[in-house]
Each structure stands twice: as structure tokens, then as C-alpha cells.
């Protein structure tokens, strides 16, 4: 069982950096961890994924260049360093893990509560 924590998330101005942090509970070997994102009337998204054991990152269109995901093993905790926010970036941004390296949230076992990310002038 893997019980996921986020932290991070606030009201932020475009243009400006914001890191989100992921911890979790619970072995996270053989595990891929992601942070997807919700907006309001929107379908959950990917943003981004990494390979708990190698580190090999995975990104989105829109979080490539801008973003950067990464973990600390011996802190069981996954980071999404967030830079030059959009307003189109305001949603609230969910860590899950999954068995696989998959993109598709249906494939994700266990998820976080989320963290409310405010991009607005």
C-alpha cells in the first residue's frame, strides 16, 4: 500500500517558479511516479512521470521545457519544479504512482489529495 502526500501548491503571479513536493509512504520500487493536473470543468492531465528506480523523466507537450520532475529516494519524495507559470497552468496538481510507465491516469493505482496551483495576475 502507497499512501501519496503533495505540498507546494499557492497563488503565484505568470512568470514566476513554484516546486511542489510529493511524499510517500510505502515502497515505491519498480514504481512510476507522475504528476497530473485538473482544471476546473477540465479532464485530469498528464504533466509528468519518473522511473522511481532509474530517474528516467517523462514530460508533456506543455510541461517540456518549463518543468522538471524529479525524486529523492532516500526522502520517498517526488519533485515538480515548475517554472515560468501561465495562467493556463492554474489547476490542482495530483502525484500517483503506478506498476508501469503508462501516461494514462486510469493506469495509476494510488494518488494524492492534490494541491491547488494559482497562476493569476
Known amino acids: 500500500q502507497v499512501q501519496l502526500v503533495e505540498s507546494g501548491g499557492g497563488s503565484v503571479q505568470p512568470g514566476a517558479s513554484l516546486r511542489l513536493a510529493c511524499v510517500a509512504s510505502g515502497i515505491l520500487n519498480n514504481y512510476v511516479t507522475a504528476w497530473f493536473r485538473q482544471a476546473p470543468a477540465k479532464e485530469r492531465e498528464f504533466v509528468a512521470r519518473?522511473?522511481?528506480?532509474?530517474?528516467?523523466?517523462h514530460y508533456s507537450d506543455s510541461a517540456n521545457g518549463r518543468f522538471t520532475i524529479s525524486r529523492d529516494k532516500p526522502m520517498n519524495t517526488v519533485y515538480l519544479y515548475m517554472d515560468k507559470l501561465k495562467a493556463e497552468d492554474t489547476a490542482v496538481y495530483y502525484c500517483?504512482?503506478?506498476?508501469?510507465?503508462?501516461?494514462?491516469?486510469?493506469?495509476?493505482?494510488?494518488w494524492g489529495q492534490g494541491t491547488l496551483v494559482t497562476v493569476s495576475s
Open positions: 519518473v522511473d522511481w528506480n532509474s530517474g528516467l523523466p
Open positions: 500517483a504512482a503506478a506498476g508501469r510507465f503508462t501516461m494514462k491516469a486510469e493506469d495509476y493505482d494510488y
